[in-house]
């Protein structure tokens, strides 16, 4: 099986809500999203996305994306889609770095290599748990109170897991706000829930240390992304004991082996995107099961391929390691295909995620919705 065609689409996905607020005055209202289809010779096609939270949250963007595809996809032509790594290493050839771009071309490779066995891609990855799959809201930065209804109404849907976002400059109300919005999100916590409090690299050292210090006694939450670089995480890490995340520092095998070296995370957010696509998400899967990792699956942002892929990488993941997993669709108001590949919702008396038993990652592409390839090689 040899890849014949590789088509490129363009999407813009408005945030759900208004205007999502992160960190350092970041606010994002639409993302750029860009899918990519590979075509077999056999007939079969597969599906990838890489849709980057707007240009400041990690170093990519969408054209970033598109022009990357644009080195890339010329090499890919005529390859077998399911030699994963020696594509990788292609990839590689092309372009250092850029794991969004690579990420989209990567997660249609092993959508159309499942579809020709046969089984979905999280029995490719290894085979799947039985685990419902636990949801994360996403609480953009607002009013402790107007966090804490937000908390409310993702409770309400069965929600259990939690990201708080934080990083309040010191005009807006610096620490003594932040440490009030996590005291807020917490305060209604229900038996089994869990809250991750996310700065987005957002926080000096001394930001959080005050930040903790107003924090109420035995308050159970995750520090994530606390600081935006690794001798600042690593300086934090040495003086408090709250459990760290790190997510935008976590890109690449490289810093999930960094991480362990310099023992500055207790766990990381696995993105599908960001980490490169799911050839490389396998392998630091995999060297975070080995040395006792949590990871958090989700992708920077996307639409149904996006979510696809997260669901089918996280049923792949021993429970004991697996933080949640992101519902990315949650954050955007516009649906780009049918998705059959995974089923939202009540399991018994759990609410979550589950993998379905189609082939691929089991996602139709609506073309009404993706209109014309903005690129396309053969
Ligand atoms: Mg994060």
């Given at each position: 099986?040899?890849?014949?065609?590789?088509?490129?689409?363009?999407?813009?996905?408005?945030?759900?809500?208004?205007?999502?607020?992160?960190?350092?005055?970041?606010?994002?209202?639409?993302?750029?999203?860009?899918?990519?289809?590979?075509?077999?010779?056999?007939?079969?096609?597969?599906?990838?996305?890489?849709?980057?939270?707007?240009?400041?949250?990690?170093?990519?963007?969408?054209?970033?994306?598109?022009?990357?595809?644009?080195?890339?996809?010329?090499?890919?032509?005529?390859?077998?889609?399911?030699?994963?790594?020696?594509?990788?290493?292609?990839?590689?050839?092309?372009?250092?770095?850029?794991?969004?771009?690579?990420?989209?071309?990567?997660?249609?490779?092993?959508?159309?290599?499942?579809?020709?066995?046969?089984?979905?891609?999280?029995?490719?990855?290894?085979?799947?748990?039985?685990?419902?799959?636990?949801?994360?809201?996403?609480?953009?930065?607002?009013?402790?109170?107007?966090?804490?209804?937000?908390?409310?109404?993702?409770?309400?849907?069965?929600?259990?897991?939690?990201?708080?976002?934080?990083?309040?400059?010191?005009?807006?109300?610096?620490?003594?706000?932040?440490?009030?919005?996590?005291?807020?999100?917490?305060?209604?916590?229900?038996?089994?829930?869990?809250?991750?409090?996310?700065?987005?690299?957002?926080?000096?050292?001394?930001?959080?240390?005050?930040?903790?210090?107003?924090?109420?006694?035995?308050?159970?939450?995750?520090?994530?992304?606390?600081?935006?670089?690794?001798?600042?995480?690593?300086?934090?890490?040495?003086?408090?004991?709250?459990?760290?995340?790190?997510?935008?520092?976590?890109?690449?095998?490289?810093?999930?082996?960094?991480?362990?070296?310099?023992?500055?995370?207790?766990?990381?957010?696995?993105?599908?995107?960001?980490?490169?696509?799911?050839?490389?998400?396998?392998?630091?899967?995999?060297?975070?099961?080995?040395?006792?990792?949590?990871m958090s699956v989700q992708d920077t942002v996307g639409s149904e391929v996006a979510f696809a892929a997260v669901v089918h990488l996280a049923q792949s993941i021993h429970p004991k390691w697996l933080r949640c997993v992101l519902d990315t669709r949650e954050l955007v108001d516009l649906c780009t295909g049918e998705l059959s590949g995974v089923k939202v919702g009540r399991f018994d008396t759990l609410f979550g995620a589950q993998a379905v038993s189609v082939p691929g990652l089991g996602v139709s592409p609506n073309m009404d919705v993706l209109g014309q390839p903005v690129l396309s090689f053969s």
């Amino acid at each position: 099986m040899k890849i014949s065609n590789i088509d490129v689409y363009q999407v813009d996905l408005p945030y759900a809500g208004d205007v999502y607020h992160l960190s350092g005055g970041r606010s994002f209202k639409t993302f750029d999203a860009t899918l990519v289809c590979v075509r077999c010779d056999s007939g079969l096609e597969g599906w990838g996305e890489s849709t980057p939270f707007g240009s400041t949250y990690v170093a990519a963007h969408g054209e970033g994306v598109r022009a990357g595809i644009q080195l890339i996809a010329p090499h890919l032509i005529g390859q077998d889609p399911r030699c994963f790594d020696r594509n990788y290493d292609l990839m590689d050839a092309c372009l250092a770095g850029h794991p969004h771009v690579k990420a989209a071309l990567d997660v249609a490779c092993w959508d159309v290599a499942a579809k020709s066995f046969g089984v979905p891609v999280c029995d490719l990855l290894g085979g799947r748990t039985d685990t419902v799959l636990s949801l994360i809201s996403s609480i953009s930065c607002d009013s402790p109170e107007a966090m804490r209804d937000r908390v409310k109404e993702f409770r309400a849907k069965g929600y259990i897991g939690h990201s708080i976002k934080i990083g309040a400059s010191e005009n807006e109300g610096g620490p003594l706000l932040d440490a009030q919005r996590i005291a807020a999100c917490v305060a209604d916590r229900q038996p089994g829930e869990y809250f991750l409090a996310d700065a987005n690299g957002g926080l000096s050292v001394e930001h959080a240390l005050r930040m903790l210090r107003l924090l109420p006694n035995d308050i159970d939450i995750v520090l994530e992304a606390p600081c935006a670089t690794w001798h600042e995480t690593a300086r934090l890490r040495s003086l408090v004991n709250v459990p760290i995340h790190i997510d935008e520092l976590a890109v690449s095998d490289h810093s999930v082996a960094h991480l362990l070296v310099d023992n500055i995370a207790d766990g990381f957010g696995l993105k599908i995107s960001k980490n490169g696509g799911l050839s490389q998400a396998r392998r630091q899967r995999d060297i975070a099961q080995a040395a006792g990792l949590v990871m958090s699956v989700q992708d920077t942002v996307g639409s149904e391929v996006a979510f696809a892929a997260v669901v089918h990488l996280a049923q792949s993941i021993h429970p004991k390691w697996l933080r949640c997993v992101l519902d990315t669709r949650e954050l955007v108001d516009l649906c780009t295909g049918e998705l059959s590949g995974v089923k939202v919702g009540r399991f018994d008396t759990l609410f979550g995620a589950q993998a379905v038993s189609v082939p691929g990652l089991g996602v139709s592409p609506n073309m009404d919705v993706l209109g014309q390839p903005v690129l396309s090689f053969s």
